[in-house]
């Protein structure tokens, strides 16, 4: 009657990367295996007006720019680029910050391929 795909939330990982200095150079951490994006989760630590966070592969950017602006806010991921949300083991993802101030932890939540 429907077509419904169930998945383990055992086959669901949090990856953390703190942002605790200027960013805006980005901020790389290595994938320890094949997965790809479902969600990104921003909280932010600080407040800065234009404050952002973005996650990347390369210079091209998975997630849209995440408000990260007013201290203790939580924003999610308005978009993930499917294109990009694919991760090999070994690949790398950055998350760039707007500003020099910009202060927040992201936690990219990955499915285990």
Do not use: H, W
Not at 61 to 88: E, N, P, W, Y
């Amino acid at each position: 009657m429907y077509d419904i795909k169930y998945d383990r939330l055992a086959d669901v990982y949090a990856l953390t990367v703190d942002i605790t200095a200027d960013a805006t150079s980005e901020k790389t951490v290595p994938i320890p295996f094949a997965c790809v994006v479902v969600d990104a989760i921003v909280e932010c630590r600080a407040a800065n007006v234009a404050g952002t966070l973005t996650l990347k592969k390369g210079s091209t950017a998975i997630t849209d720019a995440m408000i990260c602006a007013v201290d203790k806010v939580i924003v999610r991921a308005g978009t993930i680029d499917d294109a990009q949300s694919t991760l090999a083991e070994g690949d790398a993802v950055s998350v760039d910050a707007n500003g020099a101030s910009d202060r927040g932890r992201m936690t990219i939540l990955v499915r285990k391929l």
